[in-house]
């Protein structure tokens, strides 16, 4: 089973609590950008290991996550 | 398996509801009131009541509930969100008919609509968000703030001398006739939410079944007010305010 996230980086107000709720802690805020508003934005920063589990999604207080699973 | 592959609209597991729509929502980052918005568009949309749903939003963080999510709403004025849901839902019966109130709406200059229309069991759902503060006119004391708190109105924190203690308005809404669910529910984590979810869908269940009020209230947080990361605010949350406001139903009449 595979999972892949896309985040709408401009819904995106950088609360982190996405990468907080992610089990594989694959999640981090950008460092170096920031979106539209000038919040630094969730990205998933490992390739490969995301299982498509929505626990991001579902905590995502402005839900700026889709997630897609592939068995 | 590439990401490519795998972002295809036939593995698609979760999204946005529909229902709530592209605006961006006023709320500070990590707030309580989005995530409640999300479950509310959710539920109203897996029980296809789209077209038949009338909220009644409130003043406080709130006030602008009616632009995010697309069903017919009213806005009231402070506190008065009950009494304009008792006369929709008595007008249009065949509606899902709910509130959305913060603390201070609710638990402050609204408590006599509130506590009147459960006690006359008004069939319609009361969501009460409850983060101890009044959020929007920048964090002042509620009649909800836990002993202790700090906010810009109780800056060396609540004390009962001088403020009196902190309301249970869901204990008391437990203790009237005219209430059929009264449940806390909490939405800082998945597990919470999932259960959360559960209970808003069975409150608006109850509500078209005509079995009498339900009170939903959810414990959240205000990061802004509490000065405070929305992770911070959340630990804060378990720490502090769930000792106090203990998550769980407190009262279930619509199952027998
Ligand atoms: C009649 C009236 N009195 C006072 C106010 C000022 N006021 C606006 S919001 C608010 C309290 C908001 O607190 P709460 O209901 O807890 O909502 P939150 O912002 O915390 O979600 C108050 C007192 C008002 N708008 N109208
Ligand atoms: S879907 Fe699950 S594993 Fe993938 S990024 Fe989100 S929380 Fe992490
Ligand atoms: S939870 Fe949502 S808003 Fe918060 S950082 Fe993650 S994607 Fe952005
Ligand atoms: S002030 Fe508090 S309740 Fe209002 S949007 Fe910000 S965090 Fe949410
Ligand atoms: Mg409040």
């Known amino acids: 089973m595979r999972g892949a996230i896309v985040v709408d980086k401009e819904r995106c107000k950088g609360c982190n609590l996405c990468a907080v709720a ?9 460092q170096k950008t920031v979106n539209k508003r000038g919040y630094a934005y969730a990205e998933q920063v490992v390739e490969g290991m995301c299982t498509g589990c929505t626990c991001c999604a579902q905590v995502c207080p402005d839900g700026c996550i889709t997630v897609y699973r592939k068995r | 398996m590439t990401n490519q592959e795998i972002i295809q609209p036939e593995n698609l597991v979760y999204k946005k509801p529909n229902l709530l729509n592209d605006k961006h929502m006023h709320y500070c980052p990590g707030c309580s009131h989005s995530v409640v918005h999300k479950l509310i568009a ?8 789209e077209d038949n749903a009338v909220g009644i939003s409130p003043v406080g963080c ?3 509930a009616y632009s995010y999510i697309d069903i017919d709403w ?3 004025a402070h506190g008065r969100a009950p009494a304009i849901a008792c006369a929709t839902k008595r007008l249009w019966p065949e509606n899902l008919v709910f509130t959305y109130q913060g603390d201070g709406d609710l638990a402050c200059i609204g408590t006599a609509e509130t506590i009147h229309s459960l006690n006359r069991g008004d069939n319609i759902t009361i969501i009460f968000v409850n983060n101890a503060i009044y959020g929007m006119t920048g964090g002042q004391m509620a009649p909800t703030t836990l002993m202790g708190m700090k906010t810009v109105t109780c800056p060396y924190g609540r ?6 203690y902190p309301l249970k308005m869901t204990e008391i809404a437990a203790t009237l006739e005219g209430t059929c669910y009264v449940t806390r529910q909490a939405v800082h984590n998945v597990a919470h939410i999932r ?10 269940e109850y509500s078209m079944q005509g079995k009498g009020s339900c009170l939903v209230e959810f414990v959240a947080t205000c990061s802004s007010g509490w000065k405070m990361t929305p992770e911070a ?7 502090h305010m769930f000792p106090f406001y203990k998550l769980g139903d407190l009262k279930d009449k619509g199952s027998n």
Do not use: S, Y
């Open chain 2, 62 to 64: 709130a006030v602008f």
């Open chain 2, 159 to 164: 004390q009962a001398d001088l403020h009196g």
């Open chain 2, 42 to 49: 959710e539920v109203i949309e897996e029980m296809g009541m």
């Open chain 2, 195 to 204: 259960r959360a979810k559960a209970a808003l869908r069975k409150a608006f």
């Open chain 1, 22 to 30: 992610c089990p594989l802690n694959i999640i981090r805020l950008t």
């Open chain 2, 233 to 239: 605010a959340n630990q804060w949350m378990e720490d």
């Open chain 2, 74 to 76: 009213i806005e009231a």
